[in-house]
């Protein structure tokens, strides 16, 4: 079980990256949705982790930015403590 683990995926609005973020989140990990440009889709994947008792949040970054991922991983340290799941799903 991954209880308290902050799981980072990126491009996890749809598709494979979807699908990888609500496995994370149905293991008890707190699931950070990155999304580029859908975040209506990031907000429907978050709504349904909720709805399963689990818990997310969205937040917008072009991981093709390099300096925009810095602040990106930046902002959920700040916001979470620390980074334990990475997974680079956006192309």
Known sequence: MLEGKVAVVTGASRGIGRA????????????VINYNGSAGRAAEVKEEIE????QAE?????VSDFGACENFI???IAKFGRLDILVNNAG
């Open 51 to 54: 709805k399963t008792g689990g």
């Open 58 to 62: 969205t937040m917008q970054c072009d």
């Open 74 to 76: 930046k902002e959920v």
């Open 20 to 31: 990888v973020a609500l496995k994370l989140a149905s293991q008890g990990a707190v699931v």
